[in-house]
């Protein structure tokens, strides 16, 4: 049901265009950007707790891709929300090893540094979205994207303090239908619109139009108002109230068992001698060194991942595993440096100290600068990309490397050469992440797979190196760090681009022109449709090559991409065909072009010889019923309290009867999904109806069994279905 409802998502948008303009007249609803439960049909489609951070932060969106199901790996994550918008990916937990289904319109809560899979249910990728809440200063940083591009980055805020409840709430608001956002007033949301259209009008009068993908940072009330055309899906990230938590307990953190405690570094630097006139500096001015436990040399813990405080010159880490760590493994760097709350050993060559379980460390590092050089840092990351890929425009299709490859950076501008190589020098970070530390501060020679010269490489280069003559360069910042991101391309041809098509094949009563296409009705009988590639002559039929969807609905999920003819769109002589979408009609036969990654929408109206079975519209007018399905939790009346009921996934065989005429309409079969959980039968004759749902034993169902249908207007009915399996 999942690629029927991906479909039908598109679909509806479409066949907007050509219905019947229909007003709403569903009142206003107000929905509280806090803990309390939404109002109206709002629903909380996924929330949790964490601590906030105690830097500024912002709300940002990312588009990724779950890799194929064998192919996806663990990453740790950003605070947030990831969220369906196609077809469904699976969530491992790395901890718990819990999986969890998302389909489209539905999302789950990850804490900050949670290890997640996130991989398709097939052999190909699918794409999601990230709804994140992060540090400011990372909010659009290629090291905290990977291989992520940004969608939205909100300007940066004050989060609230402790332990709060983050969650993101959806709603599809019909054609011109209201909705009042009442803010929390401790931090601003994040409002983005999936469909459609939406009008946001803050407490100042100051209006926003957003269309679909666009998205707005809200502080305080705001009033919402749904395109005429289309409506409006949009889903609300939101910071709600603190949290009080039972006493002990431990932090957020990606294993819940592990003890763990922070570290506070403070840095100084002192101009003389590092007993006296010590003042605070600023991570830019002194190098940071990275560290790890004493008993794990494979996981080194950098500065990037700390918590920055008192104008950047106190480095937090929380939620290290309690033990002993050492750092500074580089004698050269001894007589300039201490480390106030740590000790040195000789056999580490390191200074070593204890983070304890529930506690913090805190250490001053002081730097003699004369003594200690001009030095910085190198942050090098890997990765692996299939043949035909452009990393430098569109990164997306790369990932993380597996095996690592010669990379190195040399001062070759002095008396003797010194070079530095990745399997020698480098600090394995994990995740392909590779430190180079104590680097000069001068411009290096950068070699991005042992090849002297640009031009000779197999490798792309992003970030900082630039090209200087034939060498690749790069700058290593005094007491900063530099980052360069490496793509390796396999060799070969690209292949070949392919692309989506949908189809739809709809009766059309007698009468029907063109100029009002909402009576028509999905094809009980639907008829084959072929499609020949113009340079290769291959055809593709509809009955043997396409996909079956719902009733006279096809698709082709991977056609190469190019022209196509298409014929037989109107299996009769007589008959007379109306079509819509990514088509073109100039020609002797109309032709469909599709686009490499493209997902194309076609739709096919059939007006039979002399009419067709399908009636004439009533002289009553029509309008449509618009049905909501929610499922309920176990326990839950939702006559009480519907805060805890979300989005089903599957619909349910709900059939409606017109008690005038007895004629019945399926919700499966002749419905259409604005979204998930969310079905419209179009074109209903207007009257009085009977409402009946199939059983289940495993669920008690709540709706109105009679409800009206006016002429020109949309109804709306909500069903509930509660879990009766005891957790």
């Not at 100039?586 to 007006?607: A, C, M, N, Q, R």
């Not at 009921?645 to 019945?664: I, L």
Request: glycine share 10%.
């Amino acid at each position: 049901m999942s690629s029927i409802r991906s479909r039908w998502r598109a679909l509806a948008a479409l066949l907007a265009v050509c219905s019947l303009a229909l007003m709403s007249f569903v009142p206003a609803q107000t929905l509280a950007q806090s803990s309390t439960a939404p109002g109206g049909h709002a629903q909380v489609i996924a929330q949790g707790v964490d601590l906030m951070p105690r830097v500024p932060v912002a709300w940002r969106i990312t588009a990724s891709e779950a890799a194929p199901l064998d192919e996806g790996e663990f990453f740790d994550r950003t605070l947030g929300f990831a969220v369906g918008e196609g077809d469904p990916f699976l969530v491992t937990d790395g901890e718990s090893e819990a999986l969890t289904l998302l389909l489209e319109g539905q999302a789950s809560f990850h804490p900050e540094g949670a290890s997640e899979r996130r991989s398709s249910t097939d052999d190909s990728a699918v794409d999601y979205l990230n709804i994140e809440l992060i540090v400011a200063d990372a909010v659009d940083t290629d090291e905290s994207l990977g291989s992520s591009s940004l969608v939205f980055a909100g300007d940066e805020f004050e989060a609230p303090r402790g332990y709060r409840d983050l969650r993101l709430t959806r709603d599809v608001l019909a054609p011109s239908e209201e909705h009042e956002l009442a803010g929390s007033g401790d931090a601003p949301s994040l409002l983005f619109v999936t469909a459609g259209a939406l009008q946001v009008a803050d407490a100042d009068g100051d209006v926003t139009e957003l269309g679909s993908g666009d998205a707005l940072q809200v502080t305080g009330d705001a009033e919402l108002l749904a395109g005429a055309d289309d409506g409006a899906t949009w889903l609300l990230a939101s910071i709600g109230d603190e949290v009080e938590l039972p006493e002990a307990a431990p932090a957020a953190t990606s294993d819940p068992d592990a003890e763990t405690g922070t570290l506070e570094l403070r840095l100084e630097a002192c101009p003389d001698s590092l007993d006296a006139d010590c003042t605070p500096v600023t991570n830019r001015d002194v190098t940071v060194p990275a560290f790890h436990l004493v008993e794990d040399e494979d996981n080194w813990i950098i500065p990037d991942r700390a918590d920055l405080s008192d104008d950047d010159t106190v480095l937090t880490y929380d939620n290290l595993p309690a033990g002993d760590y050492v750092t500074m493994p580089d004698n050269e760097a001894v007589p300039g440096v201490t480390i106030d709350g740590a000790t040195w050993d000789n056999d580490l060559d390191g200074w070593t100290f204890e983070v304890e379980a529930d506690e913090t460390t805190v250490l001053t590092l002081r730097v003699i600068v004369d003594d200690r050089g001009d030095t910085g840092s190198l942050l090098v990351t890997l990765y692996d990309c299939p043949a035909g890929s452009d990393p430098e425009n569109d990164p997306s299709s790369c990932e993380l490397n597996a095996e690592p490859w010669d990379v190195s950076v040399a001062n070759i501008g002095q008396t003797e050469t010194t070079e530095w190589t990745l399997a020698s020098d480098a600090l394995d970070l994990g995740d392909s992440q590779y430190w180079f530390e104590l680097l000069p501060a001068t411009s290096l020679t950068f070699y991005p797979d042992g090849a002297r010269e640009v031009g000779t490489s197999d490798v792309v280069v992003t970030g900082d190196p630039y090209v200087l003559g034939n060498l690749w360069t790069i700058d290593i910042p005094y007491h900063g760090a530099g980052e360069a991101m490496l793509y390796h391309v396999e060799p070969g041809e690209e292949p070949a681009d392919t692309g989506s098509l949908f189809f739809a094949e709809l009766i059309c009563p007698a009468g029907t022109d063109g100029s009002d296409l909402s009576p028509c009705q999905n094809a009980g009988e639907p008829w084959d449709i072929l499609f020949e590639n113009v340079d290769t002559g291959e055809t593709y039929s509809a009955f043997a090559d396409a996909e079956p969807e719902m009733q006279g609905q096809f698709s082709f999920p991977a056609l190469p991409a190019g022209t196509y003819t298409m014929y037989g769109a109107n299996p009769s002589d007589d008959g007379l065909v109306y079509l819509d979408g990514d088509v073109e009609t100039g020609g002797d036969w109309p032709t469909v072009t599709i686009s490499g990654g493209g997902e194309h929408i076609l739709y096919v109206y059939f007006v039979p010889p002399g009419g067709s079975d399908v009636p004439d519209a009533p002289a009553g007018g029509t309008g449509s019923l618009v049905i909501y399905q929610s499922d309920c939790p176990y326990g839950v009346d939702p006559s009480v309290d519907t805060s805890a009921c979300a989005t089903s996934v599957d619909p349910w065989e709900v059939t409606v009867t017109n008690d005038a005429t007895g004629n019945s309409w399926s919700l499966l079969f002749e419905g259409v999904a604005y979204d998930t959980g969310t079905y419209v039968l179009e074109a209903l004759p207007a009257g009085s109806y009977s409402i009946s749902v199939g059983s289940n034993e495993n669920w008690a169902l709540y709706y109105p069994s009679t409800t009206d249908v006016s002429a020109d207007d949309e109804t709306y009915v909500t069903i509930y279905s509660v879990d009766l399996r005891a957790p």
